[in-house]
Structure formats: C-alpha cells, structure tokens
C-alpha cells in the first residue's frame, strides 16, 4: 500500500491555471501507474488522466485533453497535473490514484485537493 497526499488545489479564474501535486510514499511508486480524478458535487467520480510507470505514455479524458498534462517524477516520488485553460466545469476535487497492477483498477487513493474555477 502507498499513502498519497494531493495538494495545489485552490481557487482560480476561468482561463488560469494550476499545478496539482500528488505525493506518495513508499519505494514501489516507480512501478505503479498513477490516475487522476475528479467528483464534482452532485456528480459520480470520473477519470481525468493516467500515466504508466515510466511516464513515457498518457492518456486524458476528451474533457480535458489539450488542456491538462499528467506527468511524474519518480526521484520524487510525485505525480503532478498541470492544469490550463480552466473552466467553470472543472470545479470539483481532484484524487490521484495508484494502480498496482496494469488492467485491475485503481488500489491507493489520496484524499483529495480542491480546485474552485470561477467564471
């Protein structure tokens, strides 16, 4: 099991931006694939992004693809999602998530961060 941590949640105008990290312990992180999502109020959880261990290959929902960009840092142990070109829509709390085995979901989740996108 790994804990995660998110932070760089906040409040910010259409159009800004933001960097949410994702921090996680243990020595297995480099070996997992990491997830992003989102729960908006009154809505179910959705995907957001993935990226495999390495970091060498990512995939967005179309919601937000051209947008944001996951990316990660194994020396760090941290998994980050840029954030752009926000929108209204985008208000919800964000999860990062680690995937232990590639095709069998996601197994560690954090506690989320909020992001607050104002028109």
């Not at 910010?12 to 949410?20: D, F």
């Not at 921090?23 to 990226?51: C, D, H, L, N």
């Not at 998530?97 to 069998?104: E, L, R, S, T």
């Amino acid at each position: 099991q790994v804990q995660l941590v998110e932070s760089g949640g906040g409040l910010v105008q259409a159009g800004g931006s933001l960097r949410l990290s994702c921090a996680a312990s243990g020595r297995t992180f480099s070996t997992y694939a990491m997830g992003w999502f989102r729960q908006a109020p009154g809505k179910e959880r959705e995907f957001v992004a993935t990226i495999n261990w390495s970091g060498g290959s990512t995939y967005y929902a179309d919601s937000v693809k051209g947008r944001f960009t996951i990316s990660r840092d194994n020396a760090k142990n941290t998994v980050y999602l840029q954030m752009n070109n926000l929108k209204p829509e985008d208000t919800a709390v964000y999860y990062c998530a680690a995937a232990h085995h590639v095709g069998k979901g996601y197994d560690d989740w954090g506690q989320g961060t909020q992001v607050t996108v104002s028109s």
